[in-house]
Structure formats: C-alpha cells, structure tokens
C-alpha cells in the first residue's frame, strides 16, 4: 500500500508543471487546496512508521524548545494518541464504505474518477494514522520516549517570550527581526479560510521563513511543507476562537 501511495504521489506532483490555466494546472491547485485542509495531526500520525517497520526501535528522543516542560510533551502526546486512534479507525471504515459511491464517477468518459482516487487516498492516510498512533502508544507502553532540550531550537521562540513580557532577548536565527516582524504583520492581516484576521494582541508566532531555517538546521528538508501547514491551521483555527 505504500508503495502504491508513493507511487500515485510522484505522479500527483508531476502536475505542478502544467500550466495553472489548464484544466490539469486547475485540478491540481484545488487538490492541493484539498490537502491543505487535512489536519496536521493526521500528517502527523501517518508518517509515524507502523510497528513492523519501527519493530527495533529501542529509544525515541522528543527534541524540544525549553520553554516545555517534560511532563506537558509527554501528556500532549498521549492525549493525541489516545483521541486519534479511534477517530482514523473510524473513519478508515467511512471512507472505505464511500468507495463504492465515488467509483461510479468512473462512468464519466474522458475525466478522471478524481473523486475515487482522493477517497482511496483518504482511506490510505486514515489506515496510516491510525497505526502511527498505535506504534506512539506501543512506545508509550515501554517507555521509549526520552524528552531532549534543544537550545538552539529555543532560539526560534524567543519572539513569544518577548511578546509576553520576558527580558529574554530576541536571538533567534533571523539577522532580521523587523524583517519578521513584517512577515507576521502581513500574516496577521490576511483573510484567512475563517474569513476572519488574525488579530494583533495574539502571541508572537515562528515565521515560514523560521521553519525553512530549522528544517534546514535540523536537516530534514521534506517536513519543512508539514510544519509550515500546522503553522497555518494553528492560526487559522485562532482567529475562529478570537
């Protein structure tokens, strides 16, 4: 099945290059728009190996900022499991009984049956999901997380202390603070999918330019497109609560 799903995503990504007036250049943008609307977690979650591919893993580090503590990493993280693994199991069967429906789109000549190709992809993610928590709660069982403080990470999130009212000072990676400054500007200012702006007295917030320079620091390049899509459903589920 994985293979099948890295397969189907090379050839996703080979529509990037059509023009976006195409109807290829238009399928493409609104299917991104489609993934853009799937929750962080569930990214999360299903690129957590199952626990036949990660059967030896002995010790997993959570490498952190340290302005967490400890016990409240750990907690999240098993409140996430605990809420998530249902939740995809669930809709693993939704989404499976939905297949029948979305394969009679395939009666249409010529256009392809995207509607079955998202469903079976849906079912695929959910299915990843939920065994990426059931390996998390399987390490949990054997206590094989282990909580790192990473100082130059913390560096990243000294925006929020000084935006609470900390003397710490703003050091972070970026030789230009009023540079990001602006970005959250622009940012905060932005209509986003709730209609409503992010509205100013909310915390200080990394940057997408932070990101970009932690995968780069972290040397993990193809989760920089995964966190900066938490960061956006992050704020955009703010402004709905502010």
Same mark, same amino acid.
């Given at each position: ?30 299917? #991104?728009?489609?993934? %853009?609307?799937?929750?962080? /977690?569930? =990214? ?5 190996? &199952?626990? *036949? ?92 997380? #282990?909580?790192?403080? %990473?100082?130059?990470?913390? /560096?990243? =999130? ?5 935006? &609470?009212? *900390? ?76």
């Amino acid at each position: 099945m994985t293979n099948w799903a890295t397969t189907a995503s090379e050839k996703w990504n080979k529509w990037s290059a059509y023009p976006p007036t195409s109807w290829r250049g238009k399928i493409y943008a609104y299917g #991104e728009t489609l993934m %853009d609307k799937i929750p962080f /977690k569930e =990214y999360f979650l299903k690129e957590v190996p &199952t626990k *036949s591919e990660g059967a030896l893993v002995s010790k997993v580090d959570i490498v952190v900022p340290n302005i967490l503590s400890e016990v409240e990493v750990l907690n999240d993280l098993r409140v996430l499991v605990a809420t998530q693994e249902p939740y995809h199991a669930r809709w693993v069967w939704y989404c499976c009984y939905l297949l029948p429906v979305s394969s009679l789109f395939t009666l249409i000549p010529v256009i392809p049956n995207f509607p079955f190709f998202y469903n079976l992809f849906r079912v695929y993610s959910h299915y990843k999901a939920r065994h990426g928590a059931q390996h998390l709660q399987h390490l949990f069982d054997r206590g094989a997380f #282990e909580v790192i403080f %990473d100082s130059e990470l913390s /560096k990243f =999130y000294q925006a929020t202390y000084a935006s &609470t009212g *900390s003397t710490t000072p703003n050091q972070g990676f970026s030789s230009d603070s009023a540079s990001n400054n602006n970005e959250r500007r622009s940012f905060d200012n932005r209509t986003l999918e709730s209609g409503l702006p992010l509205l100013e007295e909310n915390p200080s917030l990394i940057t997408d330019s932070d990101i970009s320079r932690m995968a780069t620091y972290f040397q993990v390049p193809t989760f920089e497109s995964a966190i900066r899509r938490a960061r956006h459903q992050i704020i955009a589920n703010a402004s709905k609560t502010t």
